[in-house]
């Protein structure tokens, strides 16, 4: 059976890196910086506690 490799130090930079692209697609408008906000908090939060 093959082993699995845990790529834990890349793969939450690349989801940040994809949140922050779907992040600067959102409409400049109230809702969609609200909701653009929320986003980037929640989808960046593992970079700061993997330190």
């Known amino acids: 059976m093959k082993e699995r490799q845990y790529d834990l130090e ?6 940040a890196a994809t949140i922050i692209r ?15 906000g929320q986003l980037l908090r929640s989808g960046t939060s593992s970079l700061n506690v993997a330190s």
């Open 10 to 15: 890349e793969r939450p930079l690349e989801y």
């Open 22 to 36: 779907l992040v600067e697609r959102l409409s400049n408008t109230r809702v969609g910086n609200h909701v653009a």
